[in-house]
């Protein structure tokens, strides 16, 4: 924090000291969200919302770049539609909103607010899909979903979420199985291009994958307190959902066939693994690339004749090329800093009467705090650089820290003690076997969090078991 | 329609003889919607939600520039909350969704999902407001509100539908006000510019206004067979909110004092207006500005030596100024014709090997069918200002019409004759009592469209009672 801002700002808590309520402090601080009085569920601020526009803008043009369109499906599921895919209804019914009455009215059939929307997709393809002409469609909504949820965190876990979910239909297994590839590599690349946060891609265990699903692809990242997140998964149903549903087309040689389905989504919980892989103990600190402010001007000594005008006057030249914001208020500029530290801000440009005189101003990098003098003149340049650089360094610095609390091990001892002192990511080596998922998830509180595409044989051995080893996992405690 | 394709398409209700018919059969055959299993909701297709995405895109960024914010409220509201304003409840509790259980757990409280977000955005006003410093508060949320009906129709009335609502807070009455009577502005400006619909600004009386408001405006637009439909409205509701949920701020003088709220909002419905005002009886007719696709190429002859390299080269060139789409499907072009008019995509190109012999191309009017062949040195231009011509005429055909159909009467006679033989707008002068508007209403089945702020002066007296005139009201059939 500046100097002369840290005694301004009530401070938030320490992460090191508590990192759940450091989390708490800035979600509420940095006016992200407010709680609702409704059980579970938040109301997202402008500031935050304004984050998520631009995950959203992002992702959405990768999404129609790749040939995906938009639709909107019901808010609401009859039960018998939710039930006609067994493993489906198993894994979301406990969790379910349901509607018994419109009005005064009880209604025949009970209806859920949707968790997901497969059963309505899947009713929808059976309708619109007769020849392999209509193949494939390639569908995406942007909605929120509710599932109930005890214990919840903004953004983390909370009864209703915002949400994209990508849901297509396909000829054949093997073009699923690229799509459910593809989405997950258009995945990675928005969280380590515009989020700065990199991941480990791979497949969930079959314990750990999606309801329905014939497999799950997942990408993993890794918060500063040590703990996984989720942070996007993709899922290839086969034709489970198409034999349920009966969605059949007729192939080039006049034979019915079912279609090949796959499922993927990103929620909110990415402005969390933005908080819990950047944050410091200032506040947020964003990418520049979702920053609802890039470049926050502050003047200094306002009052003075000139400031506000070559405030202004930067201001208008700056805006055509980042997003910009010119506090004029009468705050000290102390305070200021304090604020748009807290908010996360990339850049911090600082124009008083002695640069003016100079014609030049301050540029402060939210990141790393460094102060540089510029030229007036070269201003633009300068800050375009800059943004870049930050954005890079910010993934750079993201992925040290993950490499740097990432452990190979071979015995059971090496893990419980790693998980325990230095929390992170755990490789070791599996069976293969749910027995040994479950007693490593018993005694460590540790999940398997995916078989990553990319294999290392640490050892030949199932670190639990000791029996013949099959894969390499990630391991970890998980959000 | 295109004298080769007449023949090869199912051909469209005709919309004189009925018009129900002839909508349904639009949106069901130019793809917008497909109809879901939950009674009264829909299904908005790719081809209807990408309409949707471009009428977003362009109130986004109106309401971004009179600096209104975006935020997300949870879709559920307790029903105690939904009862603190006694006019709101009344008017939206016997048509909300009501959940009653999470999983197998029985709720304490029931929660309604939201007809409307006054009471959440009002209790969170009543947190983050507090001093003068704070005001305005110019917040909106796109999302999807539930209101149960009996009688549906795609896009016009559906239990589920898709909107804005804009929800404010100003210090002074005055200010709410004006806030109103801009955003009316704001409506009726995209609803002329972007969706080339005309319409008539005015005053709902007050048994027409929203539950809970002090005054509701309006935009009244006048569809195809002679129906009015309520375009969007602007709520003041004063401080009856303010009240109701105690949302007070210190002013200058340090005194306690009570807000002034507006609400405003439009819908999907706005899709169903621009079916209803430009639709013919070849199908949709879309004005430039929301058309998914503006220029449709269909290559003649493709399977001759150069047809489609040529017509490729063209939408290479094109799509960078307008949105494009090349067909090269083997359907007959007469099937094409047939199959954008029905989308209403505004220009068609058609190219073939006599075409580029003489280096020209033909483009084709939607609106108007008018055919005419341009070099291919002059393409770009030619279809920049034709789309702005078809933009342009679509507005004025639709005023021309709706002029056509608006009828001044001064005896109740005239009005009832109008409204029965050739359906349209009715002005009538009104003496300002409810009796007279449920008299009229009674009689002729129209109802009390706004009172215009353009007021004229058709006689001194009340159509229905022959009391001394207040006001001259807009009158019409409604859906």
Known sequence: MSKNSKKMVEAITDMEKDFAQWYTDIVKKAELIDYATVKGCMIIRPYGYAIWEN???????????????NVYMPMFIPESLLKKE??????????????????????SERLCVRPTSETLFCEHYSKIVQSYNDLPKLYNQWCS?????????????????????????????EEAEEETIRMLNLYAKHCEEVLAIPVIKGQKTDKEKFAGAKATYTIESLMHDGKALQTGTSHNFGDNFAKAFNIQYTDKNGKLQYVSETSWGMTTRLIGAVIMVHGDNNGLVLPPKIAPIQLVIVPIAQHKAGVLEEADELNKRLKSIVRTKLDKTDKMPGWKFAEYEMKGVPLRLEIGPKDIENNQCILVRRDTLEKVTVSLDKTEEIIIDLLDKIQRDML???????????YAVKTMKEFEEKIE????????????????????KDETAATSRCIPFEQETISNTCVCCGKKAKYMLYWGKAY
Chains 1, 2 share one sequence.
């Open 55 to 69: 995950i959203q803008k992002d992702l959405d043009r990768r999404f129609k770049e790749t040939g995906h369109e």
């Open 86 to 107: 067994k493993d489906h209804v198993e894994g979301f019914a406990p969790e379910v909103a349901w509607i018994t009455h419109f009005g005064e009215d009880k209604l």
């Open 145 to 173: 979903v509710v599932r109930c949820e005890k214990t919840t965190r903004p953004f983390l876990r909370t009864t209703e979420f915002l949400w994209q979910e990508g849901h297509t239909v396909h000829a054949t297994a």
């Open 396 to 406: 750079q610095r993201a992925r040290k820290n993950r490499d740097e609390h990432t």
């Open 421 to 440: 002192k230095t929390p992170g990511f755990i490789k070791a080596m599996w069976c293969g076997e749910k027995e040994c998922e479950d007693k490593i």
